[in-house]
């Protein structure tokens, strides 16, 4: 089955710094793949995804890149902020049509003004 | 905006105690799950539903596991036999959608601590 690395495990970052966040999936059949965010005692929150056909996407300050080749995909925060500081979930889904989403360990972000 | 809300919030029991956690999900979505996080750890797929039966299930998800749609607006976990390594926070998601994968929202979870 699909397995999903993500590194660093956590990331200290002054204030307007960039973050990056990198995973590695195993299943070359996984064609979509989200990033979560969780602040304390919430659920996972979608703050961007990709899917197989595209390389890269961004939104605002958050962008995320796909390496299908290699099978890695990484997140990408520029000027961060002390609100950006939560866990942070990649994940990546099978090709089943029902979306098993499988997540990797999680970043812990903390970003210092 | 509509959200996935889950009770309890948090529930305590003994060890052996049956186990019932609740969850509404969106109102449109057709796709319902539940997740599990231990402490610390990563979040792990329970189990998907569609079209009132269980569509997948991890390994996890073994006979002390159910869910039930009874009514068309909750979705329910049921831990029939609780044990102290079923502690962990569940979240229930849903999505609509069919066919290619799409965001899935999650409830806030249900912290369950055994005893």
């Known amino acids: 089955g699909e397995n999903v690395e993500q590194h660093p495990s956590t990331l200290s970052v002054q204030e307007g710094d960039s973050a990056v966040i990198k995973c590695t999936y195993s299943d070359s059949a996984s064609n979509y793949f989200p990033w979560y965010k969780q602040e304390l005692g919430k659920g996972p929150q979608l703050i961007i995804d990709?899917?197989?056909?595209?390389g890269e996407k961004k939104d605002q300050r958050i962008a995320v890149t796909l390496n299908k080749t290699a099978k890695h995909f990484s997140l990408h925060i520029t000027e961060t902020q002390p609100e950006d500081s939560a866990v942070y979930f990649c994940?990546?889904?099978?090709?089943?049509?029902?979306?098993?989403?499988?997540f990797g360990t999680g970043t812990r972000l903390l970003v210092s003004p | 905006e509509p959200e996935v809300t889950q009770t309890p919030s948090h529930q305590v029991t003994q060890m052996g105690q049956e186990v019932i956690l609740r969850c509404v999900p969106i109102?449109?979505?057709?796709?319902f799950y539940w997740y599990r996080q231990i402490l610390g750890q990563k979040v792990e797929f329970l189990v998907s539903?569609?079209?009132?039966?269980?569509?997948?299930k991890s390994e996890i998800f073994d006979d002390q596991f159910s869910v039930e749609r009874p009514d068309g607006s909750n979705f329910t976990l049921k831990i029939r036999s609780t044990k102290l390594e079923d502690s962990a926070m569940y979240f229930c998601?849903?999505?609509?959608?069919?066919?290619?994968?799409?965001?899935?929202?999650f409830g806030e979870g249900s912290r369950l601590t055994v005893l």
């Open positions: 539903f569609y079209n009132n039966e269980i569509s997948e």
């Open positions: 109102s449109n979505h057709l796709y």
């Open positions: 998601a849903s999505r609509t959608g069919l066919g290619q994968a799409g965001e899935l929202f």
């Open positions: 990709i899917r197989s056909n595209v």
């Open positions: 994940a990546a889904c099978p090709n089943t049509g029902f979306q098993k989403l499988v």
